[in-house]
């Protein structure tokens, strides 16, 4: 069975531009979340997504969105960058919502850079 | 409030020694799971272990063991005879969820650095 897959790997944006990430969880994985990793606030989550629905928000702007599609691919959006949005962003998917067991299965993440 | 302290940013240990990585947590959830993750250089997480609430059974799974004890709120994880290839840096998490919303808080991570 494939694992979380994320696009792209690398990605270099200079401050007011926007970004897309994607996602996509491992086969029969409904629940997709995102985290931010930086080495200054560590890892934070970002939110989670359940048959496309935003289940949990974590303490982020209005800058940082996503969204869940049909197929429980998910997008992330980082819209006006700032040079602090510069980070490492997981996804990770897990079977389903709401569980605290569900362990939760990480991609390689996406390296962002703002300049 | 949810919270997770590694109070050790950075360990070094030489090839076979055995090591301990602290875990402490916050949390007023009555139930809840505990995890070890581990990053590697290439920077996927990998799920390691998960406790409940309810289970202070302590055990071993090959070279690795872990303390839970409920009274301390701590979570430790201790890696037997470590070698080269776990030198990562090493996460404890807490799994908590509101109302069905779930999202696991993280530690600040313990670099491990294992020496040949």
């Known amino acids: 069975k494939a694992g979380v897959t994320q696009t792209p790997r690398y990605l270099i944006k200079t401050r007011g531009q926007q970004v897309t990430l994607s996602c996509s969880p491992i086969?029969?994985?409904?629940?997709v979340s995102w985290y931010q990793q930086t080495p200054g606030q560590g890892l934070q989550f970002l939110f989670e997504y359940f048959s496309e629905t935003q289940r949990n928000k974590g303490n982020f702007p209005g800058r940082f969105s996503g969204r869940q599609f049909s197929n429980s691919r998910s997008e992330m959006n980082v819209s006006t960058l700032e040079l602090g949005d510069s980070a490492l962003y997981l996804c990770?998917?897990?079977?389903?919502?709401?569980?605290?067991?569900?362990?939760?299965?990480f991609g390689p993440g996406t390296r962002l850079t703002v300049l | 409030a949810q919270k997770v302290t590694q109070a050790q940013t950075e360990i070094s240990v030489v090839e076979k020694e055995d090591v301990t990585l602290d875990c402490v947590y916050e949390t007023r959830d009555t139930t809840y799971y505990l995890f070890w993750y581990k990053q590697p250089p290439s920077g996927e997480l990998v799920f390691l272990i998960r406790r409940n609430s309810f289970d202070e059974q302590n055990e071993i799974s090959g070279r690795y063991s872990w303390n839970f004890q409920k009274s301390t709120s701590s979570f430790n994880f201790t890696i037997t005879a470590s070698q080269v290839v776990d030198s990562a840096v090493y996460f404890c998490?807490?799994?908590?969820?509101?109302?069905?919303?779930?999202?696991?808080?993280f530690g600040s991570g313990t670099r491990l650095q294992v020496q040949p």
């Open positions: 990770a998917s897990s079977i389903e919502q709401g569980a605290r067991s569900a362990e939760q299965f």
């Open positions: 998490a807490l799994s908590w969820t509101n109302m069905g919303r779930r999202a696991l808080t």
């Open positions: 086969s029969g994985h409904r629940s």
